[in-house]
Structures are given as C-alpha cells and as structure tokens.
C-alpha cells in the first residue's frame, strides 16, 4: 500500500469517494426539493387565484343577490301601487254605478208613485162617473166642463178632442 503523508491512498479515494456520493446525493436531494418547492410555490400561487377568484365570485354573487331582492322589492311595490291605483278606480266605478243605480231606482220609484196617482185619479173620476147619472161632461159658458177634475177646456179645443 502507498501512503502518502501518513494517509492511506485507497481509504483517501475511498473517503473521497463516499464524500463524492453522499454530496451528489445531498445535490440530487436538493435539486428535488428545489423543484418541488417550485411546484408548491406554483400550487400556492394557483391556489391563491382561485381563492381570489372564489372571493370575487363571491362579492359579485352577493351584490347580484341584493341587487335581485332590491329589484324584486321595487317590482313588488309597483305591483302592489298598480293593484291599490286599480282597487281604488274600481272602487269609484262601483260608487259612482250606484250612485247612478240610485237615481235610476229613485226616478222610476217617482213615475211608479206618479202613475199610480194618476191611475188612482182616473179610477176615481171613472167611478164619480159611473155613481154620478149626470154627464161627466157639461158645456158651461163656452167651455166644456170635466166635473171629475173640475177642469175646463175652451168650447173650440173640445171639438177637436
């Protein structure tokens, strides 16, 4: 065996050589865990865009749903002024149909109360009539009498009656 300074050639290459390998394989762990630490810091930046992402989403989710409610609260109110503005203009329609069936009931009530009057006094007179033995008719002075009424007629007019 040679040795070269008190130092044993073969255990030297063989140290170095160990040295060599376990610093190779120190240099592959490395660029490995290089890597992957490039990997995770690649996921983390994507993780954190879809995190961003998913708060925007979000917000514009939550403005889209109050802008929908408020929407919603604005379509309702002028369904609700629509609804009250045509109960109301119905509701004034039927005061004023009846006001108008009113008057209507009212004015035949009269003509029925006038007609029965009228029907009343002509059944009276038919009967003073019918009771009396004298003419219903008698010219007095000129003029011809209706002694059920006591009404008289011009003697000219009754001729044309």
Do not use: C
Not at 26 to 33: G, H, I, T, Y
């Amino acid at each position: 065996r040679k040795a070269f300074r008190g130092y044993d050639s073969t255990e030297v290459d063989a140290l170095v050589h160990k040295v060599s390998q376990t610093i190779e394989s120190l240099l592959a762990e490395n660029q490995k865990l290089k890597e992957e630490l490039e990997r995770n810091r690649l996921q983390l930046d994507r993780s954190e865009t879809d995190a961003n992402a998913i708060r925007e989403t979000m917000v514009l989710a939550q403005r889209a749903a109050e802008e929908a409610r408020a929407n919603a609260n604005q379509h309702a109110a002028l369904i609700l002024e629509e609804a009250r503005s045509g109960a109301m203009a119905e509701r004034v329609s039927n005061q004023q149909r009846v006001s108008e069936l009113r008057w209507e009931y009212e004015k035949v009530r009269q003509e029925k109360e006038h007609f029965i009057e009228e029907y009343r006094s002509l059944l009276q007179r038919q009967l003073r009539a019918i009771a009396d033995p004298l003419p219903a008719y008698a010219v007095v002075e000129g003029a011809v009498v209706d002694r059920a009424v006591n009404e008289s007629v011009p003697l000219k007019v009754a001729a044309k009656v």
